[in-house]
């Protein structure tokens, strides 16, 4: 059974894909860093995209009555920051993210496998090809 934070996690990711959020990566670093259970990075092709992104997990989250208790960053879109307290997403623009390098930094941090769930689309073709 997997825990809430990780379903959390698991729900931000969505939303980020669901915005075009690139190369989305969730770090579970609570063995390694005692404020939060995991990290969600993902990146973005623009300003306006990253605040995309951002609005979108926040939308999400504020259907399940969970608000950011923190936001920080929106002025540049090279990194923002939501502090979710369990979970904290980081958006960056893809030069900072390669400068930063989080993934490299907290790389004994397991990398955890998305649950990205596509909707079907039933086409109504039969036959094979």
Known sequence: MQSASYDRAQRMAL????????????????????VCDYFLICHSRSPLHSTAICDKIEERMHEEKLHPHH??????????????LDVVVHVFSETAREFYGLERLWSDAAVVP????TPHVETGLTGGF
């Open 71 to 84: 936001r920080e960053g929106n002025n540049t879109g090279e990194w923002v920051i939501l502090d979710f």
């Open 114 to 117: 998305l649950e990205l769930v």
């Open 15 to 34: 939303a980020a894909d669901e915005a075009g959020a690139l190369d989305i990566k969730i770090l579970a670093i609570g063995d390694l860093l005692p």
